[in-house]
């Protein structure tokens, strides 16, 4: 009884507290009806108190954050007495402003708290009390901003001062130095963010660098969080117990960039009182006073090496760097800077916190899958991620028609109704002095610029124009990888600098470099990519130079075999240059050509899926180049393992080539149709193939391809048990192979052979065959005829039991996979075979899972079924060890 009366009075008192600071505010709020913002804050905090007082079931849980949103209140409102909207200073407004913000807040989340808990009309105190902490820190962070009603009161007062030292300090020495231990001179930095999300690691290494008065430089591509960082620092708890109001900010992008403009604008913020000075030394008595930290923001505005007064400008930065006890920030996109200051790395955001900042401005919808894909493309860029989120939520869009917006229109999604700041930031940066000074328009720029003029001149003498700094960049923001640096010799050679200017664009950090290439930010990418490809005359020039580069005979026994692994790394730039090209000009007879040699690249050196595959399917039959591309598409969905749509393709190719009667393309279609039936067991159809192809050859008097035909004629009369044929033509096959000049087809014989003695028992002449086709392809390197060779032996030493030797050559498979997931699948089944015959069937189950995930993500069905068969063995045979297990335990028992 006695606990239910002690709660009954504790809840009272909360009811009463609360009721008191509602009625306090009210009263503030009448009072101050000629300042119109504070009213709006007034009318905010006694709503928020109201609902917490009159909905919710716990309001003890928030009678701190009753009594410190009072506590505020009472100091804005004496404060504000005898005020008008006129006689506050633009630092007062912008701290109404904050608070009426953070209030807003607030309340928001606690209604979405109240909404998630409607059923007890109580917040969870445990679960929520992080939340409760961080809103009674902010109130209190507001409640230091307005100081305790002096820094109100004593404004204009201290705005008079500041007036009277400019003028005559020696008159107002003894003002100041009365007023200096309660009005902190010069000006308090700018509010800090709301919330500054995933950086948290970050501001503490700055600020452990503030308190031992270390400079530091925050060095990155605009829009990337940079100045929210430094205002964070500025801020936090352990700064201002160490610095206290000796707190400084500068946007030097507001100051004209020049020598007088920045010394009067560091005088005017530290509050030294020394006008117009001409240079550091009537400033540094002051500087020199007390500890201080001081922020340049954006400071490659006045930093910027080609900037008129550069130099000087440079030379102040750098002694207030070495200043014992000043600790100097600075953020800038150049990495012009003071040689001692720490650099500490700004990187993107991490995908959750990405997220997070868009659902804390965009509060309609919970977590999606499309906002995680929305600010992984935005490569988690923090102002893009704002104004994404900003612009959604001013036009009230769902998240689907958000995606649309962003697929269909890009950077302009990225403009809110009042801002265009992705814009401006990166403007900002491309009309700095230096990037202006790189390459500056000539008049045969300017022509070769005109459209007109481009029509009227040869194509060859525009590609001679050295290209503006911006077509480089454009160049850069085409591809999605951005440029290998290693071609910038081969890509740009009209431009004679090019080194030097790519590493300006990483200088102003429009560009960085990431694995040898160099590329931007998405955002970045998004806005100075060339709207029109067609009309850029440097990169159509680029992909002129591509398209040379991709028109090479790939035979695996010749050179350019080897250079043309050039493609696994630039796979993805090449394949949205064919794609875009594609779009311009389906016609275009060249860019198709450049397809076919594109995936026949892949097939070779990087076998995967590729998107270009719908749109060669898409050609009219008619076209000249459909069966081409067809036939090398076929080839790579072999190489992937998706037999069915290989034997598809295939099928179209041969129809297409025996309607224009080219013997020798229809017997290769038919060979490589052979093989899609050897894969997907229809031997008989398969070998019907093969001979038809063989014929083919024969009246042609063609030895190699008969070879061809034969070898895998006995590959698929060995899969069809007929041993004997298929040795018979396998060493025809071997007998019309010359020693040199073939060796490919050398090497792929003597697999077959090896393979094909293994099946028949007799092991020495198949290691005998095995080890001369080893030899052979390690001579050239073949990684795919390595990764059969070592595969074949792994199964012919399992065969025999023989696991120590079948391990080695699994292992030796496997190194042989680089960039061939599909080859990868077929050693990790082989892997699993070999464990479970081991019985080691945790590690056999574990294999044989990611060898089905690899065939089912790449379509090999026959594959993928073949390793669920595998799969089901397993459990059966830990079924079988389970029951086993069961019985001795209850024999036991």
Known sequence: MASTSQGQKGSNGVRSTLNAAIKLISLAKDACHGIPPAQVAFGIAGTLLTMIRDSLANQQDFVDLGRACADVCKILDRGLKGRQLGDLSSSVLEAIGELTTTLAGIQSEIVKLGKRNAASQALNANSDKDKIARWNRDLDRIRQTFNIELDINTNILVTDIHRKIMASPEDAIGQRQSTHASVPLGESPPPPPRVCF?????????????????????????????????????????????????????????????????????????????????????????????????????????????????????????????????????????????????????????????????????????PSDVISELVRQLDFHALSITLLATT????????????????????????THHNES?????????????????????????????????????????????????????????????????????????????KEIFDKFCVLSLTHRNNGFITMLAPIRDYLCPLDPGSSPLLCATKDRYFTRLSVHLDPEEPEFQEAEWIKSEDVNVEHLLDVFISIDPNTRDVWKACRYFVN????????????????????????????????????????????????????????????????????????????????????EGIQRAEEALEIHKRRRDTFDQARCLTEIARLLLEDEQLDAAETAASRANDLIPEKGQEHLLCRSHRALGKIYCRKGEKEKAIDHYETALRIASRFNWQDQLFWIHFGMAQMFSSEHESGDAETHIQQAKSHTVDNTYLLGFAMELQARLWLEKRWLKDARSEGLAALEIFESLGAAEDAEGCRELLQEIERVVEAFASLSRAIQSSSA
């Open 198 to 366: 995933g950086r948290n690691e970050l501001i503490e290494e700055i600020v452990g660098l503030a308190e031992n008065l270390e400079p530091v430089a925050l060095i990155g591509a605009g829009g990337i969080g940079k100045t929210s960082i430094a205002l964070a620092v500025l801020h936090h708890d352990h700064v201002k117990d160490r610095f206290g109001d000796n707190r400084r900010f500068i946007r030097c992008d507001r100051l004209p960039a020049s020598y007088l403009h920045f010394l009067a604008r560091i005088s005017q913020v530290i509050g030294a009182g020394v006008e117009n000075p001409e240079d550091l030394a009537p400033l540094r008595p002051f500087l020199s006073s007390r500890e201080l930290i001081l922020f340049l923001d954006n400071a490659e505005s006045i930093l910027d090496p080609q900037g008129k007064d550069s130099q000087k400008i440079y030379a102040v930065v750098e002694e207030l760097s070495r200043f014992e006890n000043i600790c100097l920030g600075i953020t800038s996109r150049i990495t012009t800077v003071p040689p001692h200051c720490k650099r500490p790395f700004v990187p993107t955001l991490s995908a959750e916190s990405a997220c997070e900042i868009f659902y804390a401005i965009y509060t309609n919808g919970g």
């Open 392 to 415: 959604a939520s001013q036009n009230e869009w769902a998240y689907n028609r958000l995606a649309q917006e962003w697929d269909a229109r890009r950077v302009q999604v990225l403009r």
């Open 422 to 498: 992705l814009a401006a930031t990166i403007e900002l940066s491309l009309d700095s002095p230096t990037f202006r000074q790189l390459i500056p328009p000539s008049k045969s720029h300017r022509v070769a610029t005109s459209p007109t003029l481009r029509k009227l001149i040869p194509s060859p003498i525009l590609r001679k124009v050295p290209p503006s700094a911006r077509e480089l960049l454009e160049v850069v923001a085409f591809f999605p990888q951005g440029i290998d640096e290693k071609n910038l010799d081969w890509l740009f050679p009209t431009t004679s600098n090019r």
């Open 601 to 684: 690249h892949l097939y070779w050196h990087k076998p995967r899926h590729t998107l270009l595959g719908s749109k060669i399917e898409g050609l009219p039959d008619g076209h000249r180049s459909k069966a081409k591309c067809l036939f090398e598409l076929s080839a790579l969905f072999g190489a992937v393992g998706n037999h069915v749509e290989k034997k598809r393709l295939l099928i179209q190719t041969l129809t297409l080539e025996r309607e224009k009667g080219d013997d020798v393309r229809v017997a290769q279609t038919l060979l490589f149709l052979c093989v899609a039936n050897r894969m997907l067991g229809l031997y008989k």
